[in-house]
């Protein structure tokens, strides 16, 4: 329907082909979830004060679904109006019933969310594939499972926030904004939400506008659940809106989670002013791979790393150091893994890899095969077909780069890893830390030791061991230097959204 | 003599394989790729009876089963072989004349292995001189728990040499070697000493195949191929009884092997009651309806 341009390019491997043969024989029948039973309305209006309320301006704009290029739904834009709106209904909700109940009450209500998130996984995950192009397996059962738990997990705080600091009086905050990532759309808004209202705050949050569908069903999850009017309120629009929030008098918190660049301009319009903040920003996660490292399930943990959600993850895994005496060995092996990761349909219970979330994002990633290609990076991308529609990037390799290449420096958000070897586990630690980010980063060796020692010398928010990508409520998340300030997760995300006096 | 030390312990993650195993049982089989593995599968059995209480009239019933699976539908196909005791391997043989069908014996004192080794070789060259074209050897495990390497890699290349044209298969009894690193280092020796195929179990001991330990055994096979362009086949046994589970497998060799496994001259499934559920399951596909399990013979 749309003349944009999806056809992707593809690039000639400069390696000879593998040895194993995974295409022929055999193929998988397609297994799509069906989405019959999911009913998308034409278009979405604004959540304010517990209804829904049509845009100030009534302007809508349209949501595409990434796999096939048509359109999903239309969502409100929302001005200074409604953002002004959406804030006030916040703060009388938050003076009048939210901050004075009873905090076991407010844990019920939290409760009674996480179970009717449960009780309508499969339309979420449907909705999350449909509009943002994450494989079905991925939002069934990553996505939309973490998002009850985080909601569990915070639920049952809300009446022990008296014992969570010991010697500290906590306090909620007011009315907290909230701006999410279209990457995970429901489980950022989980990350939000749930420790807000936990803490008896009130929130006007605001999700990306690829990816509102979700929100916009969380909307009518709330008000099924009957929470009081103004708790929760939720206004769709791009930048504009989101500028509207951070730059709202009567906003007591912002939390972010996006691009490190957005996060600097939200960082610079706070500055000045009593508002407090989290940012989770962007990342350039190292792997390193030791010679001891059990080859074969780290190679998994590689592919979990970079290829999960179509690279589009902040803590993603971009860049692999692997040491230089299995070097070889490891990128024949991942080269080879490649070949049996299915990209395609998200709706495809088979499928490992869906569709870019948006045209922009596919220029940007494409933009990046080309720097690296420019850059004398060789590059390898798996074989396999591509539906013709949509934006789809098959997952990409390169190697021969180095750490003066963009492609090893930059946050590519895609399906693209970059390959350096290293000697000494003191070298890899200094590229492992040559970068603007501390997100994220990983270590395979089958040593212990090892993982101590060299775990604890990155700079990174999160370093995981022998594995890679993995959440839990109960674990804080955030980033050094350029990829954030402050945590989400377990008892440092309370902290965040409360005074303690 | 070869050195213990050429055998390196290759580390295994137990977590991360599990992992990888459930991320693969998670692959949707339906339609047109169910009947094909449901077919595939089934060519793939190594029908089996290994009991005490065997008699010449079960063995030739079974070998009617191996050649003509379910006779109201043709176009099922064979399984690979039956799998006997060395004294059944002559009926066995008689009863297969004609078809491609191959004998398998145990031999080499199974399923302990418990024997001096010039026994296990007399009892392998019985079974071959009976006509088996196929030779399933246990290892000494509680060598290879002693760290005798090369005691196992010498057994396993004495008794291939007592196979001649037979092929054979090794198996590891992976039940009794307790981790992940001591199945790969088993089936690394295996491999090196000339195993045409490592096999799991014999069905005997508790837990018998599973699919991690069949993961890690894959695995072994294909660091084994990038080393020396070799094929060595795969055999999962004890325990797979239904068409769900070998579909599963085979995702598995698919995944890890790709496509020149997919075939039973390198990948069988060893099991006896198996064979019934993949043809109730072929039925059902042909059919759309389920047939109670009487109008599967049993034998």
């Known amino acids: ?106 844990g019920k209500y939290i409760y009674r969310i996480a179970r009717m998130l449960q009780e309508r996984a499969r339309e979420f995950a449907i909705a999350e594939s449909i509009d943002g192009g994450k494989p079905i397996r991925e939002s069934r059962d990553v996505d939309i499972p973490l998002a009850a738990a985080y909601f569990f997990y915070y639920a049952g705080w809300a009446d022990k926030l008296e014992y969570a600091f010991p010697g500290k009086k906590p306090e909620a905050l007011g009315v907290c904004g909230q701006i999410i990532p279209w990457n995970f759309p429901l489980l950022m808004l989980a990350w939000k939400i749930a420790p807000a209202l936990a803490c008896g705050n009130t929130v006007v949050l605001k999700p990306a506008e690829t990816t509102s569908l979700t929100a916009m069903m969380f909307a009518e999850l709330v008000k099924d659940a009957g929470l009081p009017d103004g708790v929760v309120n939720i206004v769709t629009g791009a930048g504009q809106t989101g500028a509207e929030i951070v730059n709202h008098k009567d906003i007591d918190k912002i939390a972010f989670t996006g691009s490190t660049n957005v996060g600097k301009i939200i960082q610079k319009s706070l500055a000045g002013t009593d508002k407090k903040y989290t940012l989770e920003l962007g990342g350039k996660g190292a792997l390193i791979l030791f010679e001891d490292a059990p080859i074969d399930q780290a190679v998994e943990g590689i592919i979990n790393a970079i290829y999960f959600n179509q690279g589009h993850v902040c803590c993603a895994g971009s860049r692999l150091l692997v040491q230089e005496n299995i070097a070889d060995k490891v990128i024949m092996k991942l080269k080879d893994r490649l070949e049996t990761l299915i990209v395609g349909d998200p709706l495809d219970k088979n499928t490992d890899i869906g569709a870019i979330n948006s045209k922009e994002q596919f220029d940007r990633v494409n933009s990046y095969l080309e720097l690296g290609v420019e850059e004398g990076a060789e590059v390898y991308q798996s074989k396999c077909s591509v539906p013709e529609n949509g934006y789809f990037i098959r997952p990409t390799l390169f190697t021969n780069v180095s750490q003066s290449n963009r492609v090893v420096q930059e946050e590519i958000f895609g399906p693209v890893l970059t390959v350096q070897s290293f000697r000494t586990a003191d070298e890899a630690i200094e590229k492992a830390n040559n970068t603007p980010f501390g997100l994220a980063g990983g270590v395979w060796t089958d040593k212990g030791s090892k993982i101590f020692k060299v775990g604890s010398a990155l700079r990174s928010g999160v370093v995981w061991a022998n594995t890679y990508n993995k959440f839990d409520p109960t674990s804080p998340f955030g980033g050094y230097k350029e990829s954030g300030v402050g945590r989400e997760g377990g008892l440092h995300g309370l902290s965040a959204y409360l005074n303690l006096k | 003599m070869i050195q213990n030390n050429k055998f390196e312990v290759v580390p295994i993650d137990r977590v991360a394989v599990e992992e990888r195993v459930g991320r693969l049982n998670k692959r949707s089989i339906k339609k047109e790729s169910k009947v094909q593995a449901l077919k595939l599968a089934l060519s793939m059995v190594d029908l089996t009876t290994l009991e005490g209480k065997d008699s010449e009239g079960k063995v030739r019933q079974l070998c009617q089963k191996a050649k003509s699976p379910h006779p109201s539908m043709p176009d099922i196909p064979s399984v690979a072989a039956v799998c006997v005791y060395p004294n059944m391997v002559r009926i066995a043989k008689e009863s297969l004349r004609g078809t491609k069908i191959n004998v398998a014996s145990v031999a080499s004192a199974f399923p302990s292995g418990m024997a001096p080794l010039p026994i296990r070789i007399e009892d392998t060259k019985y079974a071959v001189e009976e006509g088996a074209d196929e030779v399933d050897m246990v290892i000494t495990r509680g060598a290879f728990l002693e760290g005798e390497y090369n005691f196992v890699f010498d057994e396993i290349a004495a008794i291939k040499e007592a196979c001649g044209d037979a092929h054979l298969k090794v198996i590891l009894e992976t039940g009794e070697l307790h981790t992940y690193e001591n199945v790969r280092l088993a089936s690394d020796i295996a491999m090196e000493a000339g195993a045409d195929f490592i096999k799991t179990s014999t069905g005997k001991i508790s837990p018998a195949a599973t699919q991690p330990v069949t993961l890690v055994m894959l695995e072994a096979i294909r660091d084994f191929y990038y080393k020396t362009d070799k094929m060595v086949g795969m055999k999962p046994a004890g325990g797979i009884r239904t068409a769900k589970q070998a579909i599963q497998y085979l995702v598995l060799v698919k995944e890890t092997l790709g496509a020149a496994w997919l075939n039973n001259e390198y990948f069988r499934f060893g099991a006896s009651s198996l064979a019934n559920d993949l043809l109730m399951q072929i039925v059902k596909q042909q059919t759309g309806h389920y047939q109670g399990p009487d109008y599967f013979s049993i034998d």
């Open chain 1, 1 to 106: 329907m749309s003349e944009t341009k999806t056809k992707e390019t593809t690039y000639k491997p400069t390696s000879p082909n593998s040895k194993l043969d995974f295409a022929s024989l055999w193929e998988y029948s397609e297994a799509p979830e069906s989405s019959a039973n999911l009913e998308i309305k034409d278009k979405y209006d604004l959540f304010i004060g517990g209804k829904f309320v049509k845009p100030s301006k009534d302007r809508y704009f349209k949501s595409i679904n990434p796999s096939s290029n048509e359109e999903v739904t239309q969502f409100a834009e929302a001005t200074q109006k409604d953002v002004d709106k959406a804030v006030k209904a916040a703060r009388k909700a938050f003076k009048g019933e939210w901050s004075d109940l009873n905090p076991s009450s407010r």
